[in-house]
Structure formats: structure tokens, C-alpha cells
């Protein structure tokens, strides 16, 4: 599998068994919140408050969850002000890490970031080290075989996906990302079933990591997914089917 796809694939199955739907919870409303802040609270005219709606109600999020947070985002309810940042670093084996984060305290937020990095080998480094390698996305995940390779060839392109991609036991559909919703659309109403369809951020290139550096890896961002202000975590690692079906 590719490293592009590969933290978020499992993620998404771990999810399925997730006991910290709370703490899911609270990142979704952070990301409606400054959503509707930044972009309006209507949902039909901010695609980023779209895409985090979307995002809610696939987690089964309480209708009312929703619309608390958008309205605290428009200031209609009082709530805490979050802002957006950014952080980068390497990983073991000399992974490229980027990590988006919604905080109302910067300095707390990027201190425990560093450590979170030292503790699990890699390393904290300068702004703009590695955002370069990552270009923003829209991705949709199917297993090979629950999908016929032409139909969703075909399906895809023709609702304006930019590639449909081989990977060993699943295809990835690369779409621009104001144009995933439409893709798909058009897959829900053909009945294909995926397992992930998300705005993400795509490596240019990957590095291929096994063995120990490969579990580090995924300690690592694991650690820092877990962190109450991390909202994304990307990374160019590029782990073999069979490395992670042996890794725990």
C-alpha cells in the first residue's frame, strides 16, 4: 500500500473498534467550529464546513453536536477560540511528518508535539522543511475485491477524478479536492462500497520503511494523533502489506 493512504487506512480500521469517540468527538467539533468561523455557517456555501459535516455524521455525531458547533463558530454561542497551525518534522528512517493542529494555546501545543517526536525517534524541524512534499487531495479507498476495476475506472474518471490507482489489495481514486464531493456522488449513487473518502495531503515521493522503524513509525503517529489539539497527521512512509499484517 502506499504512504499516502496508508496512516489513514489504519486508522479508519482500528476506528472501527475505537473507544475514544469522545475524543473524535471533540476534534470534529473543533474543525466544524473554526470552519463555520472562517467560512460562514452554511454548510451549502463553505465546502470545508461541508466536508467537516460529512465527516461528523460518518461518526454517527448527535445532530444537535453538529449545529453547536457551527454556531459557536459564528458566534452565536460563546465558545473558545481556536487557531489553525501547522508542524513538521522526520520520523525513523528519515520519514517526512506533517502535522495540522487546531489549539487555543500555540506554545503548549508545539512543546508537546517535539516531545512526542523525540520520544519515538524522529525529530521536530523548521517550518516548511517538508510541507513541499505534500500536495492537498481528495482520495477515495476501495478493496480489490469488493469493486470491478473497469466500472470504477470508468465511474470515476467520468465524474472528473484525476486518476484511479493499483495498489496491492485496494484502488485509490485521486480527485482535486473541490471536486471529491461530486466523485463521490457518483459512486454512492452507482452502489460501490468504499472504505475511506477524505480531504487529504498526498506525498510526492515515499520512503519504503520495515521492520522496527516500521512499528516506530506508527508509534509515532499514533502518539500524535492521539494528542487532544492534532486534527490531521500525514506522512510519506511507505509500509508493505506484509510488514503490517505482522506488526501489532
Known amino acids: 500500500m502506499s504512504g499516502h493512504s496508508k496512516w489513514s487506512s489504519i486508522k479508519h480500521k482500528k476506528g472501527a473498534a475505537d473507544a475514544k469517540r469522545g475524543k ?10 473554526v470552519a463555520a468561523r472562517m467560512g460562514g455557517g452554511d454548510p451549502d456555501g463553505n465546502p470545508r464546513l461541508r466536508s467537516a459535516i460529512a465527516a461528523a455524521k460518518g461518526e454517527n455525531m448527535p445532530k444537535e453536536n453538529i449545529e453547536r458547533g457551527i454556531k459557536k463558530g459564528t458566534g452565536e454561542l460563546e465558545g473558545v477560540s481556536y487557531e489553525e497551525a501547522s508542524y513538521e518534522g522526520y520520523g525513523p528512517g528519515g520519514v517526512a511528518v506533517l502535522v495540522d493542529c487546531l489549539t487555543d494555546n500555540k506554545n503548549r501545543t508545539v512543546a508537546d508535539i517535539k516531545h512526542l517526536f523525540e520520544r519515538h525517534g524522529g525529530n521536530l524541524g523548521e517550518p516548511g522543511c517538508v510541507a513541499w512534499m505534500f500536495e492537498q ?15 470504477l ?3 470515476a474518471l467520468e465524474a472528473g477524478g484525476e486518476d484511479v490507482r493499483e495498489e496491492e489489495t485496494e484502488f485509490e481514486v485521486i480527485t482535486a479536492p473541490s471536486d471529491l464531493e461530486s466523485v463521490k456522488q457518483a459512486i454512492d449513487d452507482a452502489g460501490l462500497s468504499y472504505s475511506l473518502a477524505e480531504v487529504t495531503k498526498i506525498p510526492q515521493n515515499t520512503v519504503k520503511v520495515e521492520g522496527k522503524k516500521a512499528q516506530q513509525t506508527l508509534n509515532l503517529m499514533q502518539s500524535i494523533e492521539d494528542h487532544d489539539d492534532v486534527s490531521h497527521v500525514y506522512a510519506n512512509c511507505d509500509i508493505p502489506d506484509d510488514v503490517m499484517e505482522a506488526l501489532d
Open 24 to 33: 473524535i468527538f471533540t476534534k470534529l467539533i473543533k474543525e466544524i467550529t
Open 137 to 151: 487531495k481528495g482520495l477515495m479507498v476501495f478493496e480489490k475485491d469488493k469493486v470491478d476495476e473497469e466500472e
Open 153 to 155: 475506472f470508468d465511474l
